[in-house]
Structure formats: C-alpha cells, structure tokens
C-alpha cells in the first residue's frame, strides 16, 4: 500500500539554525500538507500546497518557513532561524485531489529538537 | 474556542469490550469529519470517515455515529484488542479553506488491560 515517506525521523539543530524537513507524498496524490504536533498537544495545520504554490497556510506559517517541491517527488519544510518553540512533530500529509471531504494520509512524522 | 475537542482525555477497558471515544465539534458548517489513530511515535493514521449528509457509518470493527444536532461525533471499536491502544483524534474540514485543512481535537488515550 503507497504510504507518506519523512526523513530524517529525528533532528537535533541549535537555535538559530535552519532545518528542512523532507517528505515524499503518495505518488498520485496533487495536494501535500504540513501539519505540526508539539509535544502532549494536538496536530496543528501549517500549510497546504498545490501545483507549486501554497494553497493556504495557518498562523503559525509565517516567514520563518518556506515549502518547496523541487523536483517530482520531494516535498521539503524549510524552517529558518530555529527557535526553541519549533521543538514539535512535523507531519506530512498529502490527499488525491484535495476538496474538503477527502482523506489525508499522514507520514510518520520528523521530531524536531530544537538546543 | 477550539473547533474540535474531547470529553474524555483517557479511556480504559478490557480486552473484548466495546469502546465509545466522543468528540464535540462547533463548526456547524464543517461537513467532512475523520477519526485518526496515533500510536506513539508515528503519524496520524487514517481510521474512518463520514460525510455530513450521512449519521453512520461502519468499518471494519469500527463505527462512527455522527449528530448534527448537537454536533457529536463518536467513534466505537468493538471487541477492543490491545492492538487498539493509541491516541484517538477527531478531525474535521475547515470548511471554508479551499483545500481542506483539517482541524484536529485533542486527542483520546485509548489503554486496552489483557
């Protein structure tokens, strides 16, 4: 059964560094997504992108993250300037066309450290 | 206020019995709604589904019930195994977002005693 690929499953970086998370989507899948899950609480949506642009994103998403698609099959979460906050699970997820009543299929996530 | 969240944060039971984890929703628009299961350390893993139009739906030892009128979801497991132990999320669209971003609860701890 196709399944969401993440690597690395765990990162360790310094405040003030950047990480990119990466992530590989159902090979047929249109519509990736990020989501983010600090540690004890709920799943929380970033952003979601579609034919190489964001599609929407949440509060959270702001200029310290980028996503980019650079090439058919990487999806990356690029966060810049790391701070101690971003310490979380990063999710993520992509669906086949992506309308509101359509399933989501997680990865299985990068814990993120953030010293 | 939250959109999505939980009566119950934890939840024990037998092996074999039947489990109920209950969701509230406040988004009256909202009209697509997932259970996911999370078992530690992995992602969030799809379990059943259901559609506004629909007030049950029914999976394999799964069944989730869905009242618009006072905006509950619940999800039940039949003869629940060890297996079953996880964390429970509802989820709903965020109708509204074009692309469907999901609003998650806070999550249900499911422990099954042998």
């Known amino acids: 059964e196709p399944e969401v690929t993440q690597t690395p499953s765990h990162q360790v970086t310094q405040m003030g560094q950047e990480v990119i998370l990466r992530c590989v989507p159902i090979?047929?899948?249109?519509?990736f997504y990020w989501y983010r899950q600090i540690l004890g609480q709920k799943v929380e949506f970033l952003v979601s992108?579609?034919?190489?642009?964001?599609?929407?994103k949440s509060e959270i998403f702001d200029d310290q993250f980028s996503v980019e698609r650079p090439d058919g099959s990487n999806f990356t979460l690029k966060i810049r300037s790391t701070k101690l906050e971003d310490s979380a699970m990063y999710f993520c997820?992509?669906?086949?066309?992506?309308?509101?009543?359509?399933?989501?299929?997680f990865g299985p996530g990068t814990r993120l450290l953030v010293l | 206020g939250e959109s999505v969240g939980l009566h119950l944060p934890t939840l024990s039971v037998q092996e074999g019995d039947n489990s109920i984890i209950n969701c509230a929703y406040s988004n009256s628009a909202s009209d697509y709604f997932i259970w996911y299961k999370q078992e530690s350390g992995k992602g969030p893993q799809f379990i059943i589904d259901?559609?506004?139009?629909?007030d049950k739906r029914q999976g394999q030892r799964v069944t989730v019930l869905l009242n618009k009128t006072v905006k509950h979801l619940s999800l039940q497991i039949a003869a629940t195994q060890p297996g079953d132990s996880a964390v429970y999320f509802c989820?709903?669209?965020?109708?509204?977002?074009?692309?469907?971003?999901?609003?998650f609860g806070k999550g249900t701890k499911l422990s099954v005693k042998p």
């Open positions: 989820a709903e669209n965020n109708y509204g977002g074009s692309q469907g971003n999901l609003i």
């Open positions: 997820a992509s669906s086949e066309i992506g309308t509101s009543a359509e399933t989501q299929y």
């Open positions: 259901i559609r506004s139009n629909m």
């Open positions: 992108f579609y034919n190489n642009e964001i599609s929407e």
């Open positions: 090979s047929n899948h249109l519509y």
